[in-house]
């Protein structure tokens, strides 16, 4: 198998770099939350945040990783422990991950009604990704869009760059059903190949997890939101292919050869 008939592909860290929007999103829900004055975040705040962006699993996370930084917490500590500290910045602080997580919903539905367009042009498309699309679909490959970002927002990002997917292949948060589920409904409907392309490893290992999914192709997103150690587990991993971003924009016969 050479190509996929129907070319499943995470938005957030595979099409889409949305790094602006978040860090910008997080210190908005940071300032509410922590009742923080300051009218800019502090300098080199930001740099620090975009290597870290791997580390948050739910979007609640990001204003905490903020705290930590803001802290004192060291950034390589962040990147290779979050996991563990997370418990503990949240005793610190009181606060639960429902409240966090209204607060991150709350700025960007206010940012959104008060400024969508701004909003969206927080969010760059990754160099060759958009071609990549268009050739896809010109050789009669079918896109899916399967992401935690909701479909509707989705569907405008692609539609400024010329790409228009109707809404059966565009699955969002709206669908509220984990990837491999969303994957399993795409299988069940037909025995088209289907090749799944995922920047988060966490989100590959649960596919690969499920029995009947097993022919599906798995590939990472090496210049997605993942870290050093994800990429190294990924490569050892047999069913599991590291795609290069030059590996993505170009033919579907070099997607599973081994990134250098």
């Not at 969010?123 to 869009?145: N, S």
């Not at 499920?210 to 022919?215: E, R, V």
């Not at 190294?232 to 971003?245: C, D, E, I, N, V």
Request: hydrophobic share 40%; net charge negative; charged share 20%.
């Amino acid at each position: 198998m050479t190509s996929p008939q129907i070319l499943a592909l995470d938005f957030d860290g595979v099409l889409c770099d949305g790094l602006l929007e978040y860090f910008e999103t997080a210190w908005r829900a940071y300032c509410q939350v922590f009742e923080e004055t300051l009218p800019n975040p502090p300098a080199g705040l930001a740099d620090r945040f975009y290597p870290l962006r791997p580390v948050v699993e739910s979007g609640w996370e990001m204003p905490l990783v903020l705290r930590a930084l803001l802290g004192g917490i060291a950034d390589e500590a962040i990147l290779t422990h979050w996991s563990g500290m997370v418990p503990a910045l949240l005793a610190e602080t009181g606060l639960q991950p429902g409240q966090l997580g209204e607060a991150v919903d709350r700025v960007r539905d206010r940012w959104i009604q008060a400024d969508l367009t701004g909003w969206l042009g927080l969010h760059r498309f990754y160099p060759g990704v958009i071609d990549r699309l268009h050739q896809a679909t010109a050789a009669g490959v079918t896109p899916v869009i399967i992401s935690t970002k909701e479909g509707r927002f989705i569907q405008q990002l692609l539609h400024r760059q010329g790409i228009t997917l109707g809404p059966e292949q565009i699955l969002g948060k709206e669908v509220q059903r984990p990837k491999y589920e969303t994957l399993r409904q795409l299988s069940q409907a037909g025995s088209a190949p289907i090749w799944f392309v995922e920047d988060r490893l966490q989100a590959l290992q649960g596919v690969r997890r499920q029995a009947d999914l097993g022919d599906i192709q798995l590939f990472l997103a090496e210049w997605g939101y993942n870290t050093p150690g994800d990429r190294s587990l990924a490569r050892q991993t047999p069913t599991f292919h590291s795609l290069s971003l030059d590996q993505f924009a170009g033919p579907f016969r070099g997607w599973l050869t081994t990134v250098p």
